[in-house]
T-cell receptor, first 114, second 113 residues
Framework: GEDVEQSLFLSVREGDSSVINCTYT??????LYWYKQEPGAGLQLLTY?????DMKQDQRLTVLLNKKDKHLSLRIADTQTGDSAIYFC??????????????FGKGTKLSVKP | ETGVTQSPTHLIKTRGQQVTLRCSSQ?????VSWYQQALGQGPQFIFQ???????GRGNFPPRFSGLQFPNYSSELNVNALELDDSALYLC????????????FGPGTRLTVT
C-alpha cells in the first residue's frame, strides 16, 4: 500500500537553510508534492516533481528526489520567519482506486528562530 | 489565492446532527476531491467526484456523502455526526487528466460537541 512518512519537527535559525525529508512507498511512477499550511489555513501548493526527475528548483525552494530510495526532500534557502509553518509531503495515487488521490504525510512543523 | 472557495469557514454542530459543507471549484476544473484533516494529522482522502458521480472513495463510512453539480460546485454531507468528525475539511479541484495540479480551498473547520 501507499504510505508517506516525514519527520514531525524541524527548528532552524533565520537565514539558514532548512531541509525537510520525506519517504514514500508507491512503486509506480507518480507525482510528489510539497504543500505548506500556516496556522488556521488551508494547503498552499509549493512545488511538485514527477518521479522521473531528480531535482527541481523554484526560487528559494529545491526539491531533490532519490527514486531508488523513495526519498524526497525540500530545501528552503535563506529561511525566513514567514516560512514557519507545517510542510506536507504528498504522493499522487495513479493506480486503480487511488487514481487522482493525494496521500499525505503527517506534516513537518518548521520553526524559524530569529 | 487558488480560486477554490469553501463555505462556511467555521461551524459548530452537536453530536447526531447533520452538516453540509460547500466547495466552489476553480474555473475550468471539473473534478473535486474532499479531504478530512484531523488536528495534528495530514489530510485523509474522503471521496472524489467527476461528472456529478463519485469516482473514488477513501476509508470513510457511508454517512459521508457528496454531490457535484453541473457547474462543478460540490457538497460534502455528513450524517449522524460523531465527536471524531471534528476536523478541517478541505476540497481540492482540478481538470480531469491533469490530476497532478490540484488546488485546495481554505477549508471548513467543523467542531462537533
Amino acid at each position: 500500500g501507499e504510505d508517506v512518512e516525514q519527520s514531525l519537527f524541524l527548528s532552524v535559525r533565520e537565514g539558514d537553510s532548512s531541509v525537510i525529508n520525506c519517504t514514500y512507498t508507491d512503486s509506480s511512477s507518480t507525482y510528489l508534492y510539497w504543500y505548506k499550511q500556516e496556522p488556521g489555513a488551508g494547503l498552499q501548493l509549493l512545488t511538485y516533481i514527477f518521479s522521473n526527475m531528480d531535482m527541481k528548483q523554484d526560487q528559494r525552494l529545491t526539491v531533490l528526489l532519490n527514486k531508488k530510495d523513495k526519498h524526497l526532500s525540500l530545501r528552503i534557502a535563506d529561511t525566513q520567519t514567514g516560512d514557519s509553518a507545517i510542510y506536507f509531503c504528498a504522493e499522487l495515487g495513479l493506480d486503480g482506486g487511488s487514481q487522482g488521490n493525494l496521500i499525505f504525510g503527517k506534516g513537518t512543523k518548521l520553526s524559524v528562530k530569529p | 489565492e487558488t480560486g477554490v472557495t469553501q463555505s462556511p469557514t467555521h461551524l459548530i454542530k452537536t453530536r447526531g446532527q447533520q452538516v453540509t459543507l460547500r466547495c466552489s471549484s476553480q474555473s475550468g476544473h471539473n473534478t473535486v476531491s474532499w479531504y478530512q484533516q484531523a488536528l495534528g494529522q495530514g489530510p485523509q482522502f474522503i471521496f472524489q467526484y467527476y461528472r456529478e458521480e463519485e469516482n473514488g472513495r477513501g476509508n470513510f463510512p457511508p454517512r459521508f456523502s457528496g454531490l457535484q453539480f453541473p457547474n462543478y460546485s460540490s457538497e460534502l454531507n455528513v450524517n449522524a455526526l460523531e465527536l471524531d468528525d471534528s476536523a478541517l475539511y478541505l476540497c481540492a479541484s482540478w481538470a480531469q487528466g491533469s490530476s497532478y495540479e490540484q488546488y485546495f480551498g481554505p477549508g471548513t473547520r467543523l467542531t462537533v460537541t
